[in-house]
């Protein structure tokens, strides 16, 4: 268990003022956020927690500029990501987001090396694939076929794809989701170095409430809206983690 670091509050990543997400209309529509009112600083490691449905996963979208907002506003440090064209915000996730997915959307016909460089080679200062590898613990593996990988060999193979390109943010919806406990924790180790290592900052959407011990703040999510936000004193390992 380490102490929660100082952190720097003036610096934020993200704020949201009054986000909503409506799919569909009528009796038909679906509020996915209701109104989320948010702030998180720069360079911690976040979880957002709440069950299937709860709206985070939506949120993590929004900010990480793959969905927009229907009413709203979504600062990303001083830019408003609501207002960017489809082209601006390209650009946002090129140059300052990467992202983890459950599964792990790696292309089979290339190895982890190749896999990593797909990223590297449209970057503007990115990590040689294989320093990203070595930092998530492949570095004797960056020349097998995701095939000849185990599943949290695969997805730490893709934690490095996201972090080659050195981002600012690292998106993460639930990265352990498809995995036991003992690679679980393993990947979580992965995310909690990289959140040290480069000053990442690292969002993960889970329903896993046993992760909440790692993170630096843990946003709880029911019925599209944030019911309470916690700050952790002291951070629990990944290694010490029980599902």
């Known amino acids: ?85 489809d082209k601006e915000l390209t650009r946002y996730r090129r140059e300052n987001v990467g992202f983890v997915f459950q599964f792990y959307n790696l292309m089979p016909s290339l190895t982890a090396y190749e896999n990593v460089e797909l990223v590297t080679e449209i970057a503007d200062d990115p990590m040689d694939p294989a320093e990203a590898l070595a930092l998530v613990g492949l570095k004797e593996r960056v020349d097998h076929f995701p095939t000849q990988l185990s599943g949290g060999e695969q997805q730490r193979v893709a934690i490095a794809r996201a972090v080659a390109k050195k981002p600012k943010v690292l998106f993460c919806d639930e990265p352990t989701g498809a995995l036991d406990s003992a690679t679980g924790r393993s990947v979580l180790r992965v995310l909690r170095d990289v959140n040290q290592t480069l000053g990442s900052t690292v969002l993960i959407v889970t329903h896993a409430a046993a992760t909440a011990a790692m993170a630096h703040r843990v946003i709880h999510f029911a019925d599209g809206d944030i019911r309470k936000v916690e700050l952790n004193a002291t951070l629990l390992d990944p290694d010490e983690i029980e599902w």
């Open 1 to 85: 268990m380490s102490a929660r670091p100082d952190i720097e509050a003036s610096v934020t990543a993200y704020r949201t003022q009054g986000l909503t997400k409506v799919y569909g209309e009528g009796s038909a529509a679906v509020h996915a956020l209701r109104g989320v009112d948010l702030e998180i600083p720069a360079g911690e490691v976040v979880v957002l927690l709440g069950p299937s449905g709860s709206g985070k996963s939506t949120l993590l979208n929004i900010l990480g500029g793959l969905d927009r907002q229907t009413d709203g506003q979504a600062w990303f440090e001083e830019s408003e990501l609501g207002v960017m064209s």
